[in-house]
Each structure stands twice: as structure tokens, then as C-alpha cells.
């Protein structure tokens, strides 16, 4: 059974800093999500990493996927306050099958 | 273009009670997906179709929770007889193909069991 942990699971920022999430997995997978999550509100589709060393970036955040590792992590430039939500990571295990982590609870703080 | 549909957004029913979830997907999307959101957790699938077919339904709860898919658009989700622990959010989700390229999801319904 694919296993996915995050951390931390909660995190305050403080504006202006930057701040890393990490997402581990425990199988094999070339494809992994990441989602977040304002409170009472679905998940919005932030990054899709495909394939070892995948990199995105969209304004403040930067995704990579280290496949080998089985590890991706969520990079957050000089956090700004609209950065508060939930960020989840999700692995498919190759049998069209989203597993997902527990979910890290952002917090950013003037 | 229209995003996943869901209603009810809010349902709150008696323990023993039945209770429905709907869900439109994306037009053209094939695959649709049901995911339970417990409160403070990651979504968990509970039962993935293609077109009409319910193709991964092992973690479905099939003595209470039923679903389906008719003409492989529109489904319907049914927990009969509700039980305290059912209460999450349920949430639907569509993508074009089982690859799970492009994943959309649902606003999801809020089920609370008293």
C-alpha cells in the first residue's frame, strides 16, 4: 500500500520568508500532485510533477520531484498572506489511484 | 466551462437515515472519481468508474455505500444506513482520461450525521 507523508503538518510563516514542505512517498511512482486547499473549499490543482528532477514554478511556489528519493517538495518564496491554506501532496501508484498525504496547514503571519 | 458539479453542498441527516450525492463531471471527461475527506486528512478514493464501468471500487464500504454511473456521465453516491462515522466530505472528481492527467475536483458535500 503507497504510503505518502508530509511535513510538517503545520507551519507558520512569517511574510517575507521562505519556507520549504516536504512530501515523501513509499513506492515506486513517476507521478505526483500537488493541491491546495482554502478552508470549506475544494482542491485547486497547483502543480503536476511527471517524471525524476520535474521542476514548476508559479509565482511564489516551486514544485520538484526527485523520483529516485521518493521525495517532492513544495518551495515557498517570501510567504504573503493569501499563501494561508491547506497544501496537500498525492502520488498515483500506476493504478490510476491518487493517495494522499494528511495535509500541511499553512499559516502566514505580518 | 463548467467544473465538477456536486450537490447537495450541505447534508445533515440522523444516524440510520439514507442519503444521496450527485455528481456532473466535466463534459467529455470519462473517468470520474468519489473521494471521502475526513475532517483534518487527505481524501481517500472510494470508488473510480470509466465511463459507466466501476473499475476500482475495493475501498468501497459495499455493505452501506453504493454507487453508479448511468450512461457514464452523471453519478450518484448512496450511504443507506447512514452511520456517525460517515460524517467527511465527499468529493467527486473527473479527469479526461485514467491517466489522471488533469484532475479536477468537485466543491464537494459536506455530510454531518447526528
Known amino acids: 500500500e503507497l504510503k505518502v507523508e508530509q511535513n510538517p503538518l503545520f507551519l507558520s510563516m512569517q511574510e517575507g520568508k521562505n519556507y520549504t514542505i516536504y512530501c515523501n512517498y513509499s513506492?515506486?511512482?513517476?507521478?505526483l500532485y500537488w493541491y491546495r486547499q482554502d478552508p470549506g473549499k475544494s482542491l485547486e490543482s497547483l502543480f503536476v510533477?511527471?517524471?525524476?528532477?520535474a521542476v514548476k514554478q508559479e509565482g511564489r511556489l516551486m514544485a520538484s520531484l526527485d523520483t529516485k528519493a521518493r521525495l517532492s517538495t513544495l518551495h515557498i518564496t517570501a510567504a504573503v498572506h493569501d499563501l494561508s491554506a491547506t497544501y496537500f501532496c498525492?502520488?498515483?501508484?500506476?493504478?490510476?489511484?491518487?493517495?494522499f498525504g494528511a495535509g500541511t496547514t499553512v499559516t502566514v503571519r505580518a | 466551462e463548467a467544473g465538477v458539479v456536486q450537490s447537495p453542498r450541505y447534508k445533515i441527516i440522523e444516524k440510520k437515515q439514507p442519503v444521496a450525492f450527485w455528481c456532473n463531471p466535466i463534459s467529455g471527461h470519462n473517468t470520474l472519481y468519489w473521494y471521502r475527506q475526513n475532517l483534518g486528512q487527505g481524501p481517500e478514493l472510494l470508488i473510480r468508474y470509466e465511463n459507466e464501468e466501476a473499475v476500482d471500487d475495493s475501498q468501497l464500504p459495499k455493505d452501506r455505500f453504493s454507487a453508479e454511473r448511468l450512461k457514464g456521465v452523471d453519478s450518484t453516491l448512496k450511504i443507506q444506513p447512514a452511520e456517525l462515522g460517515d460524517s467527511a466530505v465527499y468529493l467527486c472528481a473527473s479527469s479526461l482520461d485514467s491517466m489522471g492527467y488533469g484532475y479536477t475536483f468537485g466543491s464537494g458535500t459536506r455530510l454531518t450525521v447526528v
Open positions: 513506492t515506486t511512482s513517476d507521478r
Open positions: 498525492a502520488v498515483d501508484s500506476n493504478d490510476y489511484k491518487l493517495s
Open positions: 510533477l511527471l517524471s525524476n528532477g
